[in-house]
Structures are given as structure tokens and as C-alpha cells.
């Protein structure tokens, strides 16, 4: 896999999670909504290299007077985004570094 690719892979990943934070920060600003029904990311892994992520209302049981939002769930989810978004920005840091290198050597 080339280092392009890598790279690609790592945007795609960062890109995932910061739909997965839309949908969690959704989540929260509508917990108090009566009959919200919380969203769900879902990761999938494409023909392509790398990792897309779709948004979708969850389908469990909402009551009429309050959300189906668990606030401590959402927490999660955004510590978890959190950590995947890091691991995607340190892999595509270390590309652009060695990318650096391989310009370096192809100059002198």
C-alpha cells in the first residue's frame, strides 16, 4: 500500500468520526425532546480503501413525553470518537513525515 493510500485511509477514518460527532452532539442537544429518537453512525468499509460513516434514527421504542437519548451512551461515543480521530490524525502526521524524508532524499 503506498503511502498515499495510508494517508487516505487515515483522512477517511477522521472524516468518519467527525460524522459520528455530529450525530452524537445531535443526540445531546435533543435528549430533552419528547419522542426523539436518537441517531446511529455505522461504519462501513467501501470497494475503496477506507471507512465511510452514514447517520440513521436508532428505531428503538420512543416514548411520547420523552427521547430514547442516554446521556452516558453519548459520552461514550465521544470518547470513543475521540480516540479514533487521534489514531487517524497521528497515522496521516506520520505520512506527511515521511513523505518529508522521501522529498528530502529525492532532492540531494
Request: net charge negative.
Amino acid at each position: 500500500m503506498s503511502i498515499s493510500a495510508v494517508m487516505g485511509v487515515a483522512l477517511s477514518g477522521m472524516q468518519a468520526q467527525t460524522t459520528r460527532l455530529s450525530a452524537t452532539a445531535n443526540n445531546v442537544a435533543n435528549a430533552l425532546t419528547p419522542g426523539y429518537d436518537r441517531r446511529v453512525t455505522d461504519f462501513v468499509t467501501g470497494s475503496r480503501v477506507g471507512v465511510t460513516a452514514s447517520v440513521s434514527p436508532s428505531g428503538e421504542t420512543t416514548l411520547p413525553d420523552a427521547s430514547n437519548v442516554d446521556l452516558a451512551q453519548e459520552m461514550l461515543s465521544l470518547v470513543e470518537a475521540e480516540t479514533a480521530f487521534k489514531s487517524n490524525a497521528a497515522v496521516w502526521e506520520t505520512g506527511a513525515e515521511i513523505w518529508d524524508v522521501l522529498l528530502s532524499i529525492k532532492r540531494d
